[in-house]
């Protein structure tokens, strides 16, 4: 279910009000989650920004499709160009300008987006009035509450995504419980930080923890640290 869009007929009144869009992506997911997960993810994160704080925001329904570029090769991956993702971002940026608004807030849950979206957060803000300001949902802080329910961090597709669809979705995670294969470790060799997936793991899943874990009541622990952090830095942007 898409966020509730503000009546058109009522932006007029409301461009001062900050707009936010949600970026997620289609991508491959391991074999045990859905491909729709960031999507998902976004879809809830934005519903809850909306309850806390609608009557400072005008939210807009989530872009589906992101840079899935690294994600390649996996069945099921709709991967956008950087170069079309980041005209696609400038020409809905180019509307919200022209409908009268000051201030835009791209929040992404997908670690692909993040690279377009500065570049593009840099170049529109250097050249016009209204101003864009971006948000990764996975900062510092949820990779450190992270660290504490599953004794390691992910990259992708690991014990904490899986858990926190578990909750969220429960019928469209693949078990529950605990899991160890040698294959859901990523190879961390060669010097190189860009790679793709495929690269480096032959299932599609980046957990650098001990085991898989998918634990529905940590996964739940986990969605509400992020919905309150988010909301909490939305909220300071806006005050």
Known sequence: ???KLTDFRKLGKNTNKLAVLFLGSIEQHGPFMPLGTDTLIAER???ISEKRLGDKLIIFPVLPFGAAKEHRGFAGTIALE???YMLLLRDILKSLSESGFK??????THGGNDLAVRLVQAD???GNKMKVEYLWVFDAKVEEKTKELFDGSEFHAGSSENSIIAYLEPKSVGFIGNKTDRRFAPKREGIFTVFATQEVTPLGILNFSPKLEVDS???KRLFDFIADNLCRKVKEMIE
Request: charged share 20%.
């Open 1 to 3: 279910m898409l966020a």
């Open 45 to 47: 994160l934005s519903e």
């Open 82 to 84: 950087y170069t079309t």
């Open 103 to 108: 201030k835009v807030l791209f929040i992404s």
């Open 124 to 126: 529109w803000n250097y």
């Open 217 to 219: 009541k940590k996964g």
